[in-house]
């Protein structure tokens, strides 16, 4: 088995103006989760309808398993799983049934797709619900459904595209179990995400794409590493916070703003100056601190730092964020 499962390079797409891919590189390993982010607008969603054969690059390469996703569609798609932001599931027909409706849509005789999906919800502990109506079943239970019905022809790469948007803690730690008992049983996962923390939770290694490019690749410590130590400042007084930002920007040497929390300035900061000299060097020009904290960046401040936007925040552009609902080759 290589190494290497995907390998795209230089892909490019573009829709009317809007240039939604521009020269993308990404490289999947085998036995892996790789975390494609970026904000609403920025590819991802060109990007997996591009990999699993929905779309054809307008430039570029990319295989799977070794087989291009242009020439080779047909055998690219026997290799893959693709669950998208919606369950494209049938609410009359019970979890069984479900799966038993996707083994035959996936051309395995009835006797094996009987098999097949009971093994699925016993594994994946869906058993005790497997009868039950999925109209009848939590949000959390119909994602894991919708899940292992990706999984009827043992897919070597599963796409997945937002897999806990809009679950409860509860039903969104239940999906991360999921996934990392995927990966357990041998299926590689490239999946996007607007939940920085899933991301740093399930990734391997994280690609930001912004803008149709990759801006940043590796895993998430490389990625926070690379931004450096930064600093928060909590301000006795607000109305000291552009004065204060333009004196922790000349005592760091780095751009300081407007904090994520009241009352604050952040910024990158030298590991080597200390919260006492920051608080010493605002005092001098009459900015009193009540806290000064310095911390390793999270990935929510990396993804702020490289893309200039939060995560899922941005105009959408090209494809619609709904364009990869449902699920292929189930």
Known sequence: MPETLLEAEGLRKRFGTTQALDGVDLTVPNGSIIG????????????????STLTRPDAGRATIAGFDVVRD???????????????ALDEKLTGYENLLMFGRLSRLTERDAKARATELLAHYDLAAAADKLVSTYSGGMRRRLDLISSLIVSPRLLFLDEPTTGLDPRSRNE????????????????????????????????????????????????????IG?????QLADDADQARAARALTELTGSPAGPGSRPHTIEGACDPALKAPAIVRGLDVVGIAAEDVLLHTPSLDEVFLTLTGSQAGVSTPAGVP??????????
């Not at 494609?36 to 990999?51: F, I, Q």
């Not at 130590?229 to 400042?233: A, G, S």
């Open 36 to 51: 494609l982010l970026g904000p609403n607008g920025a590819g991802k969603t060109t990007m997996l309808r591009v990999l």
């Open 73 to 87: 569609a047909a055998r690219v798609r026997s290799v893959i799983g693709l669950a998208g932001q919606s369950a």
């Open 175 to 226: 999906i991360w179990a999921t996934v990392r008992q995927l990966v357990a049983d041998g299926t590689t996962v490239l999946l996007t995400t607007q939940y920085l923390d899933e991301a740093d939770q399930l990734a391997d290694r994280i690609t930001i794409v912004d803008h149709g490019r990759v801006v940043a690749d590796g895993t998430p410590g490389m990625l926070k590493s690379a």
């Open 229 to 233: 130590t930064r600093v928060r400042v």
């Open 321 to 330: 964020a709904d364009a990869l609902e449902g699920s292929v080759n189930r």
